[in-house]
C-alpha cells in the first residue's frame, strides 16, 4: 500500500510540468518534418498511402477472404486495425526502451522530473495514431464499412493498451540503461512478437493447440478486440481483456517502481 502512494505521489509533477510536456510533443511532432516541403503534411500522406495500398491490394487485386465474413473488404479493414495498433504498440514500447539513452545529454544538463519522458513517448506515439486511426475511419465512412456504436469500445481498449505499453516499455527502458543487450534482445523479439499475433492471419485458422498457446499472448485479445470493432462492429470480448488490464497495471506499477528507485543510478549510467 505504501509503495502504491509513493508511486502515485512520483506522477504528481507530471501535472506540474504539463506545460514542457506539450511543447516538446509539439516541437518532436514539428521536427519531424521541418526540412520537408509539404510539412506535416506527410504525416497524412504516407499512413494514407498505405491504407489505400492494402484495401485496394487485398481487397480489389487478391480478392482475399476473411473467413465467416461476406464483405470483400473484410480482410483489408482486419490487417489495417491489426496492423495500425500494432504500430501504437511498437511506436511506445520501442521509444520508451531507448528513451534514457536517447536524451541523455537532457538528463544530464537540465533538471526536471524524469518521468515526464515517458509521458512525452506516449503522447507523440498517440498523436501520430490519432491521426492514422481518424483517416482509416474516414475510408470505412466512404466505403460504407463505418462499425457504428461498437466504435466507442476503442476507448478503453486504448487505455489497455496505452498502459501496456508504456508499462512494459518504461521497466525495459531502466533496464536497458544498465544492460544494453535488453534494447538488442527485444528489437529482435517484438519481431517474432508481431508473426506470434493473429494479425495477417485469423485467429480461426490456427490449429486447437496454437489457440491454446495464443492465450498467454497479452497483444493477441487487444488486437482481436480491434479487429472485432472495425470489421463486425460487435463489442470485443471484455472478459479476455480483464487479464490484459491487470497485467498492464502489474506492468506500470513494475515501471514505476524500477524508476523511482533507480532514477539517481540512472544519470550516473549515462
Not at 510540468?17 to 511532432?29: A, C, D, H, P
Not at 499512413?47 to 495500398?53: D, Y
Not at 528513451?99 to 526536471?112: G, I, M, Q, T, Y
Not at 487505455?159 to 501496456?164: K, S, T
Amino acid at each position: 500500500m505504501v509503495g502504491k502512494l509513493k508511486n502515485l505521489a512520483y506522477l504528481r509533477p507530471i501535472w506540474r510540468y504539463r506545460g514542457f510536456i506539450l511543447q516538446t510533443v509539439k516541437r518532436e511532432f514539428q521536427a519531424k518534418y521541418r526540412n520537408s516541403t509539404l510539412g506535416a503534411a506527410w504525416n497524412i500522406i504516407q499512413p494514407l498511402a498505405m491504407i489505400l495500398v492494402y484495401t485496394l491490394i487485398f481487397s480489389q487485386v487478391m480478392r482475399a477472404k476473411l473467413p465467416g465474413v461476406d464483405s470483400h473488404m473484410a480482410y483489408s479493414i482486419y490487417l489495417c486495425a491489426g496492423i495500425l495498433t500494432w504500430g501504437l504498440f511498437a511506436e511506445i514500447s520501442g521509444r520508451c526502451l531507448n528513451v534514457f539513452l536517447d536524451n541523455a545529454n537532457l538528463l544530464k544538463k537540465v533538471s526536471f522530473p524524469r518521468i515526464c519522458l515517458p509521458v512525452i513517448v506516449v503522447l507523440g506515439a498517440l498523436m501520430n495514431f490519432a491521426i492514422i486511426f481518424l483517416l482509416f475511419t474516414v475510408v470505412l465512412v466512404i466505403t460504407g464499412n463505418f462499425p457504428g456504436r461498437a466504435l466507442l469500445g476503442l476507448a478503453p481498449l486504448l487505455v489497455i493498451q496505452v498502459l501496456f505499453s508504456m508499462g512494459l516499455g518504461m521497466m525495459l527502458g531502466v533496464m536497458n540503461v544498465f544492460f544494453r543487450d535488453v534494447g538488442q534482445f527485444f528489437t529482435v523479439a517484438i519481431q517474432f512478437w508481431f508473426w506470434f499475433t493473429p494479425i495477417v492471419y485469423p485467429f480461426s485458422i490456427l490449429p486447437p493447440t496454437a489457440q491454446h498457446l495464443m492465450q498467454w499472448n497479452p497483444m493477441a485479445p487487444l488486437i482481436g478486440g480491434y479487429q472485432k470493432i472495425m470489421v463486425m462492429g460487435q463489442w470485443p470480448d471484455w472478459s479476455a481483456l480483464l487479464p490484459v488490464f491487470v497485467l498492464s497495471l502489474v506492468l506500470c506499477a513494475g515501471g514505476l517502481y524500477l524508476f523511482r528507485r533507480h532514477a539517481g543510478d540512472i544519470v550516473d549510467e549515462l
